[in-house]
């Protein structure tokens, strides 16, 4: 979509800038046929095994694969428009299942593998998926509920089975590995992707065909032009959530770049510096999160012999320490970006093409027309802090929810997509993030996001995490009430209390020290990593 060499204007990149003029756009075609018809040796997949073997996966064995796949669930009575769950981790079966199922015009369902029975009778219901891929774990799960499931038909199990589920290897070997896909558009529904309920029961986002190439400008530059010759790819993000399958693994196979996959069940924070040496990675998406654990390593240069050239990372921001931190011991200066599974990777930073502000998510990927906009959807002045809202029509943004139209016009006024999120932007268009606009903290007429504290009180040693919410007040409307997680060897005692009272009062403002301390052992998160404050105020 860019070119793929740093140019030093960013405004000229931004007029330069067209999407693609082609109505016909599928995306197995174009991240699997493509490179299968021109290349078909090409590695596609380096996946480590739980075991510790590794399966080096080709374009051309992806085509192979998610052709057999397609003819299966054709035979099985799926076909344009129903929707199929790919219920797996990071893993081959995970990248042709959906290569499948975008070249046969069928709806992708990701799910995590981690969900529990509540999380998939949620999701499967309400999206009526008629078919589910999956591992022997996952079949286990939807056993138990499986009463509960009408429209569920078929459960295609990736392991040998014992049950009456279908075995998906035995069951494609029998398959033509030739499949014409299915012609489709920009808007030809692809994808059900549901949102990590931060504020309320997750909603389905439907998106079209289109979305890979909305989030190619914003995935280029956070990772300063990808891609450049040697590139290598991973993320510790599962391939269910929007980060990990539309910001890794789909914008690198449409590059032909080679993604390694390897889910662990936990974040270990040494085991993923040493993958990431072991596999010569030079590209990383790091959730906030996950960088928050590696920095709990302390001083890591020369421990591990690293090749890293970038590493992206957004869902929450991250503070000016936690980068010096990463530039020093990681050696990159890491490439905060922004975006929701509404509309994902629309505002990015790019080292290479302009300089990165401390604070700031940056600027607007090339084609994403953003403006800070009042309730009403007019847009603010330079510094005014309002809504994030992104202008219609945008190939990244989202048809709607799935059976739930009065959600999805209340996301807009006119052409705006308000996002919820609060945030100011300068003179030469930096965005500055705020807070969620249910975040916003009122207290003694001040209303501020609880960002800029919770990364001044993880500048305190003390700290491990912190989540910062506002809790009702009589006299101050809200006060601030931070829930801190302790590094190890400190002790949350009234003394502690004070330290980090005065630590934000002398650093931030009066107003915005946290009146109440509270020490948990963990935070409350979705399993995308982002803190749900809405837990710790209620």
Request: net charge negative; charged share 20%; with cysteine.
């Amino acid at each position: 979509m860019l070119s793929h060499q740093p140019q030093a204007d960013y405004e000229q990149l931004w007029r330069d800038f067209r999407w693609p003029s082609s109505t016909a756009y599928n995306i197995g075609v174009d991240v699997c046929d493509r490179w299968a018809n021109s290349d078909p040796e090409r590695i596609a997949l380096i996946h480590k095994l739980p075991g510790g073997g590794l399966e080096e996966v080709s374009f051309g064995q992806l085509k192979e694969r998610s052709n057999r796949l397609a003819n299966l669930l054709t035979r099985l009575g799926i076909g344009e428009g129903d929707r199929v769950a790919v219920l797996l981790g990071q893993c081959p079966e995970t990248a042709f299942s959906h290569i499948a199922i975008y070249k046969m015009a069928a709806i992708a369902v990701p799910l995590f593998s981690l969900f529990e029975r509540d999380a998939l009778l949620y999701r499967l219901n309400d999206s009526g998926c008629r078919a589910v891929v999956t591992d022997r774990i996952g079949a286990a799960k939807l056993a138990a509920i499986r009463e509960q499931l009408p429209a569920l038909e078929q459960v295609l199990v990736v392991d040998e089975v014992v049950t009456d589920e279908l075995d998906l290897r035995q069951a494609m070997a029998l398959e033509s590995d030739q499949f014409e896909p299915v012609v489709t558009g920009g808007e030809t529904p692809a994808l059900i992707i549901y949102t990590s309920g931060t504020t309320g029961q997750p909603k389905g986002a439907l998106h079209g065909h289109q979305v890979l190439l909305g989030h190619l400008p914003g995935v280029e530059l956070s990772h300063n032009f990808f891609p450049q010759p040697g590139d290598r790819i991973w993320t510790p993000a599962d391939w269910a959530w929007i980060g990990g399958l539309y910001d890794v693994l789909l914008p690198a196979l449409h590059h032909g770049v080679t993604v390694v996959a390897h889910r662990m069940p936990k974040f270990d924070p040494e085991g993923a510096l040493q993958l990431i040496a072991d596999f010569e990675i030079r590209n990383l998406f790091m959730p906030p999160t996950a960088l928050k654990l590696l920095r709990t390593l302390g001083e890591i240069r020369g421990r591990w012999a690293l090749s890293l050239r970038t590493i992206a990372s957004g869902g929450e921001p991250l503070g000016e320490e936690l980068l010096q931190w990463a530039e020093q011991q990681l050696g990159v200066r890491i490439n905060e970006f922004y975006g929701q599974t509404e509309c994902n990777m629309i505002v990015s930073n790019c080292e290479a093409l302009m300089p990165i502000r401390a604070g700031s998510m940056g600027r607007p990927a090339p084609g994403h027309r953003l403006a800070v906009v009042d309730p009403e959807g007019q847009p603010l002045g330079v510094g005014e802090v309002g809504v994030v809202a992104v202008k219609r029509p945008d190939p990244v943004m989202f048809l709607g929810y799935w059976n739930n139209e009065p959600a999805t016009r209340a996301r807009f006024v006119g052409d705006w997509m308000l996002t919820g999120d609060l945030a100011y932007q300068d003179a030469q268009g930096y965005l500055y993030f705020q807070a969620r606009d249910d975040d916003l903290i009122t207290s003694a007429g001040y209303r501020f996001g609880p960002g800029e504290i919770e990364n001044c009180l993880l500048s305190h040693p003390a700290v491990r995490m912190v989540a910062v919410v506002g809790k009702a007040d009589p006299l101050r409307t809200q006060i601030v009430k931070a829930f801190v997680v302790l590094n190890r060897g400190y002790s949350g005692d009234t003394e502690l209390v004070s330290a980090l009272q005065a630590h934000v009062k002398t650093r931030l403002a009066p107003h915005e020290y946290p009146r109440e301390v509270a020490f948990v052992e963990s935070l409350p998160m979705t399993v995308t990593g982002k803190i749900i404050r809405r837990a710790l105020r209620e």
